[in-house]
């Protein structure tokens, strides 16, 4: 059965390095970055610094989830997805793709994503926007399958505790 990975959080939290990071350590298995299903529209929305809303989420949401589907047709063992995921709702489209999800919420201090927010250049996604997706930030509950990392050091730091989770798991 396929086992997709969603890395999850706000935007600054490091989804995009700790993706890859976990992708290199699962033999370069398929990796999907969530922006990139984004349509066109909800980009300039985001451009334009207004917060999506759950309608505009959804069609997103049903293309990563398909796309974590056809993996698992192929027979991938594994596969990685960038995905904010912010709402349960949310998680509850991606997680009927085929095989198991599982959530690796990455939650480092505001003023963390704040600061690599600031940091990045020609990325559609504002600085400003990280407050509309804190208020909106539902935590994984009790019966999600998933870790929360809040370690707010180096990507490589970040990877060890991913590892060290998906290791306690069974999951490697």
């Not at 370069?28 to 529209?41: L, M, N, S, V």
């Not at 809303?53 to 959804?58: A, F, G, H, K, Q």
């Not at 594994?78 to 793709?97: E, H, P």
């Amino acid at each position: 059965m396929t086992v997709h990975f969603v890395i999850m959080g706000v935007c600054g939290c490091g989804k995009t390095t700790a993706a890859r990071s976990l992708q290199n350590k699962l033999n370069q298995c398929p990796y999907a970055e969530g922006d990139d299903f984004h349509t066109q529209a909800n980009r300039n929305k985001m451009g334009a610094g207004i917060p999506l809303t759950d309608e505009d989420r959804y069609p997103w949401l049903g293309n990563l989830r398909d796309w974590m589907t056809q993996r698992a047709e192929e027979g991938a063992a594994y596969s990685v997805v960038t995905c904010s995921a912010l709402k349960r709702q949310y998680r509850d489209i991606l997680r009927q793709a085929q095989g198991q999800v599982a959530f690796i919420h990455l939650a480092p201090p505001q003023a963390v994503n704040l600061e690599r927010m600031l940091a990045r250049k020609g990325h559609y996604m504002k600085a400003g926007m990280l407050d509309s997706q804190l208020a909106i930030l539902e935590e994984l509950a009790a019966d999600e399958y998933g870790v929360k990392i809040s370690n707010p050091g180096s990507p490589e730091a970040v990877e060890a505790d991913m590892l060290a989770w998906l290791q306690a798991e069974k999951l490697l």
